[in-house]
C-alpha cells in the first residue's frame, strides 16, 4: 500500500489549490481515506474524509464550506479542492487510509508523504 500526495504550493488568500493522492495496492474505494493537516508546532489534525462504506463525506468545521473531497475510481485518486484559502490554512497536508471515517490520526495505517500548502496573506 502506498500514498502519494501532490499539489501543495504557495497561494494568496482567497486563491484555491486542488491536492491529490494518488494510491497503489489498493482501489480509492476499498478504504476509508482522509486528508490531515499539520502546521508547525500543532498536532496532526484530520481536515476531512471519505467513507469505503456509501463514500459519505466529512469535513472539519474550520474547512466546512471551502473544501470539498472527492474521489475518481477510475485514476485511483482522492483529491482535496481548496477554496477561499486563508493563511490560517498554512500547514502541510497529509491524506491516509485505512482508518475510520471520521476519526483521528491514530486509527490510520497508511500515509502519504506530504505536500506543502502556504497561503500569504
Known amino acids: 500500500v502506498q500514498l502519494q500526495a501532490s499539489g501543495g504550493g504557495l497561494v494568496q488568500s482567497g486563491g484555491s489549490l486542488r491536492l491529490s493522492c494518488a494510491a497503489s495496492g489498493f482501489w480509492v474505494d476499498e478504504k476509508d481515506i482522509a486528508w490531515f493537516r499539520q502546521a508547525p508546532g500543532k498536532e496532526r489534525d484530520g481536515i476531512s474524509c471519505?467513507?469505503?462504506?456509501?463514500?459519505?463525506?466529512h469535513y472539519a468545521d474550520s474547512v466546512d464550506g471551502r473544501f470539498i473531497v472527492y474521489r475518481d475510481n477510475d485514476k485511483n485518486i482522492v483529491y482535496m479542492e481548496m477554496n477561499n484559502l486563508k493563511p490560517e490554512d498554512t500547514a502541510v497536508y497529509y491524506c491516509?487510509?485505512?482508518?475510520?471515517?471520521?476519526?483521528?490520526?491514530?486509527?490510520?495505517?497508511?500515509w502519504g508523504q506530504g505536500t506543502q500548502v502556504t497561503v500569504s496573506s
Open positions: 491516509a487510509a485505512e482508518g475510520i471515517c471520521p476519526g483521528t490520526a491514530a486509527t490510520y495505517d497508511y
Open positions: 471519505i467513507a469505503r462504506s456509501d463514500g459519505s463525506k
